[in-house]
Nanobody
Framework: DVQLVESGGGSVQTGGSLRLSCEAS????????MGWFRQAPGREREAVAS????????DYADSVKGRFTISRDNTKNMLYLQMNSLKPEDTAVYYC???????????????WGQGTQVTVS
């Protein structure tokens, strides 16, 4: 059974920090493009951060550059998103995804988690 399970979301004040985690089971994150997307109510899903197969290329949305950091731990089969200096506009459901890099996405391709809510007020 393939699962990507996000955790670490919650409510935080403006300027605060959260660390999202994504635990993969049934599939590996090692050697795969991985990423984080988010979707706010009434808005399109958007890419937040991506990491290439060998971690050599990392891409961030302009809106989160300098504040968010994507990383992975292949030994634990985990993907992370460290979010600092959070703003109300970061409020969204955050999704972990495998086999995606960059802004384009296909919900029918790769593996997606169920999402974790982040609320910044």
């Amino acid at each position: 059974d393939v699962q990507l399970v996000e955790s670490g979301g919650g409510s935080v004040q403006t300027g605060g920090s959260l660390r999202l985690s994504c635990e993969a089971s049934g599939v590996t994150v090692n050697g795969k493009c991985m990423g984080w997307f988010r979707q706010a109510p009434g808005r399109e899903r958007e890419a937040v951060a991506s990491i290439s197969t060998d971690d050599g290329i990392i891409d961030y949305a302009d809106s989160v550059k300098g504040r968010f950091t994507i990383s992975r731990d292949n030994t634990k089969n985990m993907l992370y998103l460290q979010m600092n200096s959070l703003k109300p506009e970061d409020t969204a459901v955050y999704y972990c995804v495998r086999d995606h890099f960059g802004s384009n996405y296909d919900l029918n391709f790769g593996y997606w988690g169920q999402g974790t809510q982040v609320t910044v007020s």
